[in-house]
């Protein structure tokens, strides 16, 4: 307590955390509100007086008292919840209303201050009796002085973190507040920083890792580390759980314990040094977790070391802000809320993180998952809880990659978002629990769990909001996920879904491409790329450079994968599958795409073909048995009328009719057949890639259309060139070019050419093309400028013929009906779908945990069984 009992009229300096809750107590007529007005903002200052004026209209009206109150903290709170210093204007010399305060406070982890005005009572009575809008009866300021005495001895235990008391008129005149940062608060330093993990005693690891990140070790007389200085003036700034387990703990604290001193470090505290610190201070502590050897080791050490040691640990900030507060630095994580706060609540979090209250199968604490719902702005670096390898979740890092077990030591380079590690040396402590797992996504340190999936989820994307997967879709993509689906460690995409154009106002015409270019018009879309559609099917192939680069990255060796819209493998021949993406694999390498992209491994979007490679059964089943019954049946139909019209009866309507019929009975055979052609091996298998969708560290699918198909036409000739040359001398080329025509839809000669193009690929025959904005990922533009919502990442318009596949022999006979198909659902599930997908591959891209991309490419799976249409 600042108590100064002389009454000196010496200026008192009074510190005031720049974040907390400042309670000013005295008397009525103490001069309170003059204090406040003169060393605070007016903002600041919330009055009990103001307040009985916002509920009374009379700020004098003591009825309204309680009312008023409950006014008053209700703004106290919501600034305290915003990190705004607050200061509350009222007598407080009632212990009650002084427990209520502290208890908001506490709340919202910010520290109580107590600013006490003692004044005289003769005083405050006389300046009551001048102020002409207030009268007090007698007695009320003689029992608020003696109750402000009997107060003053105990506001320390009542939860005050500082008190200032001002004793007489002087003192309160003399005062000067002096705002003081919190201890947390670096922001004003930027960095670059290195962030270490948990080093648990491995000294040698922890040289090889500054050493790796740059940094030029000094050393004492005696050969030990004692500081380490960064040529570029990088800060390491460590985690806590420096101590126990590993082989040189007092080495560990030598090196850091200079490094901090000499300004070349930042150090936060772990649990492991709350620990020893205390048991070091004489304190009764359970010697367990690697406590013993740090113990040991330390009896080894001069009695003016361990001091340095005890007086480091209690000096341990439980976090810090850096970079303006852009970066978080603690031991076991701290959501946005506790950010920058002061308590210790906030300090136990930061050490020890949260638990769900259940143990795991090895009896250690079950944490709660608090990254997992982190949406904040700051980047968290944190440790505590060992993982097999570090990745970023929802901008939150774990560094404790388990040196001491025999992991690795791990540093995340800021603002770079680069890891670096060493190996550890060897296992220096058994783990109780393995630090890696068989189960998908453990080697993350987070394994998939039906929980992440179950149920109705809410996905967050950041192009599109949060999107919604009902619990029923949710269940059927389960199954299929459980049953059918590829390795999920494989499966990182799925494509979405594509609505068609608007329905065309041409006669005769269920889609036209002057529907697409128009519709793109209206959003605002100049440039577009229209791309011939393929006569395949969907697949999504994951090709490796080499078996090692997909073990390290995916965690199953081999070279890759390819699969359909809905995770399944697309052939079920593994020589097949190895011998299409040994192609890819030798045309990606020929055209140096892994060298330039930087990437051991490609994922890429396209169509493989024919048709009936995939779709054999839905052709038997369902195309061929419909060709084939109207090919039995409408001749003798047109045989039977031709005879009745041979006796004389009138049906020649009848007779036309039944002839359209089987013309177009004729052309829907023709039309899938096209589809349709015999392979044997790879021979006959035709592969047209369209779009380059990730490499290591980069989500290529936001790039522009016109670089993707420059990447793939590269390829496409790579794989030309490699059917003339090598071991596929001879061969057909496998992989084929994707037609395109550019459009702007400000010139009408531009429309006009691309239409042009799409009647003549669809009267030779061919599907169609897809219509995309050139600069693929698009936004409509609201009033002044502002983004809108997304636009539509491509439109298919289908050709006539093909068409006839889709809804039957005879859908010309029906246009009118058709053209008033509902696509307001599919457009939305289009653009649903593409954000998640896209949000799958920017997880991907960050190098996010198997769980995370899982996410996305789970709820597109659990989107597709939404009831719409399926010929749209």
Known sequence: MTNDETGSTTPRRLPVTDVSLVVLIGTSGAGKSSFARRHFLPTQVVSSDFCRGLVADDENDQSASAEAFDVLHYIVGKRLAAGRLTVVDATNVQPETRRQLIRIAREHDVLPIAIVLDVPPGVCAERNRSRPDRQLPAHVVPRQHRELRRSLRGLEREGFRKVHVLRGEAEVAAAEIELEKRYNDLRHLTGPFDVVGDIHGCRSELETLLTRLGYTLARDAEGRPVDAVHPAGRTAVFVG?????????????????????????????????????????????????????????????????????????????SHYMLDGGALVVCHAGLPEKYHGRNSGRVRSHALYGETTGETDEYGLPVRYPWAEEY???????????????????????????????????????????????????????????PLLTDAPGAREGRPLDLADVAGRRIVETGLHGRVAVR???????????????????????????????????????????????????????????????????????????????????????????????????????????????????????????????????????????????????????????????????????????????????????????????????????????????????????????????AAEGANLAVRPHDEHLAWIDRLVDADAGNADAGDTAGKEPMLHRTGRVLVDTEDEASMAAATAWWEELTGAGGEGMVVKPLASVVRTVRGEGRPGGLVQPGVKVR?????????????????????????????????????LGLEALDRLAAGEPLWRVHEPVFAVLALESEPVDPRL
């Open 471 to 693: 619990e029923e879709n949710a269940a059927a993509a389960l199954e299929v996920m459980s049953r059918f689906a590829l390795d999920p460690r494989l499966l990182t995409y799925l494509p979405p879904t594509m609505a068609p154009s608007p329905t065309s106002r041409r006669e005769g015409y269920l889609e036209h491409p002057e529907e697409a270019f128009f519709a793109y018009r209206a959003d605002g879309v100049r440039h577009l790329v229209c791309e011939e559609k393929h006569m395949g099917s969907r697949a999504v192939l994951l090709v490796a450079r080499d078996d090692e680069a997909l073990e390290q990255r995916f965690g199953v060796a081999g070279p890759g994968a390819i699969w359909t819209r809905t995770g399944r493998a697309f052939l079920n021949d593994g020589e097949l599958t190895a011998a299409v993406l040994g192609r890819v694999r030798e045309a990606a390498e020929r055209a140096g795409l892994f060298e330039e992209l930087d990437s051991g491994w490609l994922l890429l979007d396209a169509e493989l073909m024919p048709w009936s490679l995939k779709a054999v059964e839905l052709l038997r089943r369902q195309y061929a048995a419909v060709g084939a019954a109207a090919g039995a049946a409408l001749p003798e139909v047109l045989s039977a009328l031709e005879r009745a019209a041979g006796r004389g009866l009138d049906l020649a309507e009848l007779t036309e009719r039944q002839r359209r019929r089987a013309a177009d009975a004729s052309a829907f055979t023709e039309a899938y057949r096209r589809y349709c052609w015999p392979t044997e091996g790879l021979s006959g298998i035709r592969l047209a890639p369209f779009q380059l969708l």
């Open 799 to 835: 050709g006539r013929e093909y068409l006839r596949i889709i809804y039957g022999p005879d859908y010309t006979e029906h246009l009118d009906r058709l053209s008033q198909r509902s696509l307001g659902h599919k457009r939305s599930l289009a653009l649903r779908e593409y954000a």
């Open 375 to 433: 949406r904040g702005r700051a980047l968290v670096v944190y440790g505590h809880t060992p993982v097999p390898s570090a990745s970023f979740v929802n901008n939150t890092i774990c560094l404790d990659t388990g040196c001491v077990f025999g992991g690795s030591l791990t540093a995340l380079r800021y603002p770079e978002r680069e890891l670096v590690s060493v190996e550890a040396e060897r296992e220096w402590y058994a783990p109780v629990r």
């Open 241 to 317: 759980d420096l101590v126990d387990r590993g082989p040189d703990t007092p080495g560990v604290l030598r090196l850091v314990m200079g490094m901090v001193a000499a300004g070349h470090a930042i150090c936060v505290p772990g649990n492991h040094e709350n620990k020893l610190g205390r048991a070091m201070d004489g304190k009764k502590v359970t010697v367990a977790y690697g406590l013993q050897e740090s113990l040991d080791q330390l009896a080894g050490e001069s009695e003016e070391f361990k001091a340095e040691v005890r007086a480091f640990m209690r000096g341990l900030v």
